[in-house]
């Protein structure tokens, strides 16, 4: 029979029950962010992490169970529904449907930051050989974009040329994209030109009438 959590307190010790049948020394901790409903933290001795929810006080029963990761913003994250029968069984649920997308989404989530990074050093590699083209050129890291920009010597004007940066190239393809837009509304919005108009047309002149000789 499902159990009926009303009560954070019920919840917690709920929460408690399915982290000692998940084993691997687990050990739960609150979870104040989740303001939806009730909610634990169970975390693994490995630092694998679910959280317990309840979404909806309605159905004390029905459970969302979440993978914590440590970065979920370029992953999406994972989640199971399970029935609270038992502590036993919502940790079966887990072990059995969640923890392997787990894995999965980590590793994906490890594979996007490796990807950055390496980015991230390319752009690096590249700014730093134009410096070196450049005497006395300072390096500049943005966000995904690395900049070069050359320093004038003591008692010269400053150089008026922008400095020599290295951007990715999926910034540069949308500001393309944007820049074509832009233009596309420009032309939909002109007038349309009007018909030239002839100023010195003559009109013709009325028919003379003669009147008959008397």
């Given at each position: 029979?499902p ?7 019920q919840?917690d ?15 739960t ?8 409903g009730?909610?634990r933290?169970i ?5 694998r ?6 979404p909806?006080?309605?159905q004390?029963?029905r ?5 914590a990761?440590p970065?979920e913003?370029q992953?999406q994250?994972p989640?199971i ?8 069984h919502?940790?079966?649920e887990i072990?059995?449907?969640?923890y392997?997308l787990?894995t999965?989404a ?10 950055q990074?390496a980015e991230a050093?390319a752009r690096a590699?590249?700014?730093?050989a134009?410096a070196?083209?450049?005497p006395?050129a300072?390096i500049?890291?943005?966000y995904?974009?690395t900049r070069?920009?050359?320093?004038p010597?003591?008692g010269?004007?400053p150089?008026s040329r ?7 190239r999926?910034?540069a ?5 944007s820049?074509?837009?832009?233009r ?6 002109r007038?349309?030109?009007?018909p ?6 003559r009109?013709p ?8 000789d008397?």
């Amino acid at each position: 029979m499902p159990q009926e959590l009303t009560t954070q307190e019920q919840f917690d010790a709920f929460a408690d029950d399915v982290a000692r049948e998940l084993g691997t020394h687990c050990r739960t901790a609150p979870l104040p962010e989740y303001v939806r409903g009730l909610a634990r933290l169970i975390v693994d001795g490995d630092g694998r992490a679910v959280r317990l929810c309840q979404p909806d006080a309605e159905q004390p029963s029905r459970l969302k169970v979440y993978a914590a990761l440590p970065d979920e913003a370029q992953v999406q994250t994972p989640s199971i529904r399970v029935t609270a029968i038992s502590a036993r069984h919502v940790a079966r649920e887990i072990t059995r449907r969640l923890y392997p997308l787990h894995t999965e989404a980590a590793e994906l989530a490890a594979q996007i930051a490796a990807r950055q990074q390496a980015e991230a050093s390319a752009r690096a590699a590249v700014a730093e050989a134009v410096a070196d083209a450049l005497p006395g050129a300072r390096i500049e890291e943005q966000y995904r974009r690395t900049r070069a920009a050359p320093r004038p010597a003591i008692g010269s004007p400053p150089d008026s040329r922008p400095p020599v940066q290295r951007r990715d190239r999926g910034a540069a393809a949308h500001r393309a994209r944007s820049a074509r837009h832009r233009r596309h509304r420009r032309g939909s919005h002109r007038l349309q030109p009007q018909p030239r108009r002839h100023r010195n047309r003559r009109r013709p002149l009325p028919e003379r009438i003669h009147a008959a000789d008397a």
